[in-house]
């Protein structure tokens, strides 16, 4: 599987990194906002474009190939920073920092603004799928038992407004190689939207991790 | 319900709004893709960073107090341009730009780049979830039966590739307020994704839009 990438740093690299690179996805995160709220005249918006083209001209002057994959340490620590849901480089993501308990529990709180919007004032139900899809799967993954989603079944009680969220997720039961977690999302009155999957790490994936396992050992 | 805004705009007022804003929403769409995959040295990584930290400032100066929500006109047409999927305005949003055929069935052909992903190069699982969300959504509101999501299940048959991607969705069949529809995402090979959910429009939905209705009338 193209992307689980080992690459060694140590403790002080990594900080160094999250320290260079968490404040430019943070601050791309909140001129995205700026950019769906700004009212300021035509010709400020088409300078702030401007503007933005020849700055990303500068960031692609050297860059990845592809995406960021996942690099981790020969100790397992994984940086999945270009994650959709927690990626620390990607602005994109909200991100949420996911607490986690070897029972098989995790959960985070986390703010949703104006870029994750579906009804009005409303999180995008598509949204709510994508944080409980994350929250799920590192429940599955404290547990033990980290996989891709098989399936993911969504209840969505009553609307999930935006601003500030509560995310928990936990093992439901254990066959085999596939995991079944429970999980919800929660504003200040309680649950808005209830979720169940099924993760399974496939035989190509684990088949693949080995091959990389083995590449340097 | 907060948001729905009726906002009586002339075709060539939105026209220039759509030159305006998209172009701006693409721009950061590239930089969020740049942040991630850039390999520049730290002193152009800070660089940048403060200067989108001051184009952010720029663009604040004055803007919406929340999020953009849904304007229309009082033929009906919206402006959902701060959605997570379709906005127009939202650099989050692919976006995806979903044909719709009265009979109730919506398509796609988009592409989805490094800030995607969940899995080393693949599409994260909540992202395609997202994007089946607005999908079977759209198929929904384009029979006539417009809703928010009431239930969404997924089935992952395998890894869905980043990049370029066809996502549809129909309607299998109305029982009053509700419409379920199906849907899929499909890479070169094939289905990858396939999705079934139930679309309500809930009653406190219906009334605040008769509402609505009633106060520009």
């Not at 139900?125 to 996989?147: I, R, S």
């Not at 969505?156 to 919800?184: M, Q």
């Amino acid at each position: 599987m193209v992307g689980y990438v080992h690459e060694e740093l140590s403790s002080e690299e990594i900080s160094r990194q999250e320290g260079l690179y968490g404040p430019l996805a943070q601050a791309v995160r909140e001129l995205a906002d700026a950019s769906i709220r700004t009212e300021v005249d035509d010709a400020s918006v088409a300078a702030a474009r401007e503007e933005i083209e020849a700055i990303t001209a500068r960031l692609r002057a050297q860059q990845l190939d592809g995406s960021y994959g996942i690099r981790f340490n020969s100790d397992g620590t994984g940086r999945p920073w270009g994650n959709a849901v927690v990626g620390l480089r990607n602005p994109v993501a909200p991100p949420l920092e996911i607490r986690r308990d070897p029972v098989g529990k995790a959960w985070a709180d986390f703010r949703l603004g104006a870029a994750y919007e579906g009804p009005p004032g409303l999180v995008h139900g598509g949204v709510a799928a994508l944080v409980l899809d994350q929250l799920l799967g590192e429940a599955a993954g404290a547990g033990g038992k980290p996989g891709m989603t098989g399936t993911l079944t969504l209840r969505y009680r009553r609307g999930t407004p935006l601003g500030d969220l509560h995310g928990e997720a936990s093992i439901d039961r254990v066959e085999g190689i596939k995991t079944c977690a429970v999980g919800s999302i929660s504003d200040a009155e309680g649950v808005t939207v209830e979720a169940e999957g099924v993760f399974i790490l496939p035989k190509w994936a684990r088949e693949a991790m080995e091959k990389q396992q083995e590449r340097f050992e």
